[in-house]
């Protein structure tokens, strides 16, 4: 039955990517509905893991591991400090409400809803296209066409660097 | 039929009528069990071994030395009944040149594994058990792509430097996992200190790493091993080629840098703020006890290993001897089978040999430097490495120009009317 | 080709698009609401990345506004694949995410530290 939805059972690694695809979307759903906050960032560090496990399916190997350095080893450990230090150790039930959630599942619904029938009833225009290493091609688009947008990201990363460390410093106490 | 199930249900043939998934699960446990036990268990067990005889020596006092295969040897009927015959000790028969207390590894890990694991009441349950296999995961993923020997590694990776940097940074969430689930604040503290210095030091760790990278023009570890079997302009350069030695020396600069980053990111002395036992007890895994601390125990001495063979792989050329290759490929390579086997002996051992001096440094160094501040730890990072690593990878960049100019100087044009 | 097809990672992007947007909504916790952007973005990320591997491209990076001196087959070879360009998007994303999680922390803890809560209904100092 899934073999015609186009997953090509029999390969061991289609089983890999079920589980990959289900360890995604399950987190996801704990992200957005677990009542403790902590858990809600820990689901969140399994659907980023699982997210990195489709890249690797779809042979995009930098962005993998891109996604992996990035995403858990800085935004996620960033949002973990957010949650330790806005919150107290001793807060065992940490409150993390969740308001109006028959509204908000209606919206998330009918967008699903909406994208996924794009997805499935458009013709996709797919080709056939053996895998190869992508991150000298992806380096040569950084110097090459997309040169200006890569710089401009630098100094974006830099001016958030500094409005960070900015924003985040203790003010000085007047004397 | 796929090739693996025809191949587990020749070897289980109870298997025949389960469904293929299950069958491939099975296949992931055993072999991970099967790495776990064979590979990393004794690579781990072989650096306490060696860090707590060395931790003997520098506090005079013996070290392990009881558990091993000299007491057993004595322990054999055989030899006691021999030893009766001339009339010594038995241990005395088997004499001392077999090292004691080698096996005291696996003495302590059963140890462990049978005391009691103590959940504290308060805890977070789940975070609190989910943890050290988070770490273990993060520091053991690293090693797929190891080059152990000459094109001998569990995974050919086209992005393998950049897998490691990318997979062990799932570390530091375990980190925090296990001191935030703890509901203790040393823990929790030590936890914070460990996530903030290992994100800070991931960063010169990255640029010197990236550095040898830019020279070889891969990320691919046996690719890099490979650019470090000529330099200088010789063929065959053996020590000369590796990239700590290149370009008159000015790679032994990131060399450092990366070393110094990466004994940070073990969190050892002097870098152990983390778990500074006068401020912290032991850091994030105070609560812990048992099997689950092992766990953290083996993750730090994994880690120690792959910090030292990351440093081999990237600036001290991997397996490569320090002799030109050419000369043994050219003496094994006739000998068919066997010359296969040599050469691989040969890369094992010099592989080995490399990352365990660097685990024998960070050793002496913990027994011998005092621990740093944390504003100095950060000072470090922050006002010498990274400024350091930054000038020395565009010092690198314009070297590798200049070269690449000279190389192309009279074939440039014809380069570029090709692509015309 | 990959194990799947492409409606399946568009559908795994929708699914998360759709937490992602239902979390931001309904969360009052300003660190849960960044959690719930980190979800879009990765469900951009996972389409951006899906288009890139299976749907035709240009047939060529080709000049846009600025010269360039190669064409065809050699401005592959010098500038890198059309077919990549899903990629160095997604790249762009992730950067941007990086900067946007920074600074958004670094919001977060003044609000912290001025309010002595995270509630983002709680934020109104600046309502007339």
């Known amino acids: ?68 350095l990035v995403y858990v080893g800085g935004i996620l450990v960033l949002i973990l400090f957010g949650v330790m230090l806005t919150h107290k150790i001793r807060d065992i039930n940490l409150s993390n409400e969740t308001t109006n959630p028959i509204i908000g599942a209606a919206i998330a619904g009918f967008i699903f809803l909406a994208l996924a029938y794009v997805s499935i009833y458009t013709k996709w225009d797919v080709v056939e296209r053996t895998a190869s290493p992508t991150t000298g091609e992806i380096g040569k688009a950084f110097v090459g066409k997309y ?11 830099l001016g958030a660097l500094i409005g960070a460390a900015y924003l985040a410093r203790r003010e000085k106490e007047k004397p | 039929m796929h090739p693996l199930l025809t191949f587990a249900h020749d070897v289980m043939p109870f298997t025949k009528g389960w469904p293929d998934w299950i069958l491939y699960g099975l296949l992931v446990f055993i072999v991970a069990f099967g790495i776990l036990n064979t590979l990393v268990a004794p690579l781990t067990g072989i650096s ?82 989910a943890s050290p296999y988070v770490i273990m995961a993060g520091s053991f993923a690293a090693f797929a792509v190891l080059p152990v020997s000459f094109h001998f590694r569990a995974v050919n990776l086209n992005i393998g430097i950049f897998y490691i940097l990318g997979i062990s940074s799932i570390v530091v969430p375990g980190i925090l996992m296990a001191g935030w689930g703890s509901a203790n604040k040393w823990a929790l503290l030590g936890g914070m200190r460990a996530a903030a210095q290992i994100v800070s030091y991931e960063i010169p760790v990255a640029i010197a ?34 990239y700590a030695f290149r370009y008159c020396g000015l790679m032994l600069v990131p060399f450092v840098v990366y070393f110094i980053g990466g004994c940070a990111e073990v969190n050892r002395t002097p870098f152990d703020l983390v778990e500074g036992e006068s401020e912290l007890v032991a850091g994030y895994h105070t609560e812990y006890s048992g ?30 001897p320090p002799y030109p290759v050419q000369f043994t490929e050219a003496l094994f390579g006739p000998m068919g089978n066997l010359g296969m086997i040599l050469r691989f002996g040969e890369g094992f051992f010099w592989f080995f040999a490399k990352s365990y001096f660097f685990v024998l440094v960070m050793i002496h160094m913990r027994w011998t430097l005092p621990r740093y501040r944390v504003d100095q730890l950060m000072n470090v990072c922050w006002k010498v490495l990274i400024p350091i690593a930054l000038v020395w990878f565009v010092l690198m960049c314009g070297v590798r120009m200049v070269r690449m100019e000279m190389a192309l100087g009279p074939e440039k044009d014809a380069v570029t009317e090709g692509h015309k | ?67 360039f001196p190669l064409q065809g087959e050699a401005a592959h070879h010098v500038y890198g694949a059309a077919w990549i360009g899903g990629n160095v998007f997604a790249a762009f994303v992730i950067i941007l995410a990086a900067a946007e999680a920074a600074v958004a922390l670094a919001i977060i803890l003044g609000i912290y530290r001025n309010l002595g809560d995270v509630d983002v209904d709680e934020v109104t100092a600046m309502k007339g």
Do not use: H
């Open chain 1, 1 to 68: 039955m899934i073999a015609a939805l186009g997953i090509r059972l029999g390969d061991p690694a289609a089983y890999v990517f079920l589980a990959f695809a289900a360890m995604t979307c399950g987190s996801a759903l704990i992200v957005a509905a677990s009542r403790n906050i902590v858990y809600s960032a820990y689901a969140l560090l399994l659907t980023f893991f699982g997210v990195a496990g489709l890249y690797a399916f779809l042979d995009a190997d930098f962005i993998a591991a891109a996604q992996l």
């Open chain 1, 147 to 157: 040169l200006l947008p890569f710089e401009a990201s630098s100094v974006l990363l």
């Open chain 2, 48 to 129: 306490t071994y060696i860090e707590r005889r060395l931790a003997g020596r520098a506090q005079y006092r013996w070290g392990p030395n009881r558990v091993g295969f000299r007491s057993m040897l004595s322990a054999l009927p055989i030899t006691r009944g021999l030893a009766k015959l001339a009339d010594v000790q038995p241990i005395k028969f088997i004499g001392s040149k077999i090292p004691g207390g080698l096996l005291q590894f696996a003495a302590d890990g059963l140890k462990l594994f049978t005391k009691e694991d103590i959940i504290p009441s308060q805890a977070d349950q789940l975070l609190f058990r």
């Open chain 2, 209 to 242: 790493l990236m550095t040898a990278v830019m020279l070889a023009g891969t990320m691919n570890m046996a690719d890099i091993v490979d650019a470090q079997r000529s330099g200088y302009g010789i063929q065959k350069a053996g020590l000369l080629g590796w």
């Open chain 2, 291 to 320: 099997f689950r601390w092992s766990f953290f125990f083996m993750a730090e001495y994994s880690n120690m290993f792959a910090v030292g063979a990351i440093a081999t792989t990237m600036f001290l050329g991997g397996p490569l």
């Open chain 3, 1 to 67: 080709m990959p194990v799947a097809n492409l409606e399946w990672f568009l559908l795994i992007g929708a699914f998360l698009f759709a937490t992602g947007v239902f979390t931001i909504l309904t969360r009052k916790n300003a660190v849960s609401v960044l959690m719930g952007v980190e979800l879009v973005l990765n469900s951009a990320n996972i389409n951006l990345v899906a288009f890139s591997r299976f749907v035709r491209s240009p047939a060529t990076l080709g000049p846009t506004s600025i010269e």
